[in-house]
């Protein structure tokens, strides 16, 4: 999270999501936009990092 801080790169995230006081851009399934020259279909699935630790 420090890192995208200190990148001044632009974040999408789905909207609502809690980053801690990272500015983003809100997007749901079904967006499009670009992102680094790159046309973006947002799908509603994704990656969450870091991934959730197990618990026993």
Do not use: C, K
Not at 13 to 38: H, I, K, W
């Amino acid at each position: 999270m420090l890192r995208l801080l200190g990148a001044r790169v632009p974040v999408f995230a789905p909207e609502g999501a809690e980053l801690d006081g990272l500015a983003y851009t809100p997007v749901s399934a079904g967006d499009e936009f670009s992102a680094a020259g790159f046309r973006v279909r947002a799908t509603g699935h994704g990656y969450r990092w870091p991934a959730p630790r197990e618990t026993a």
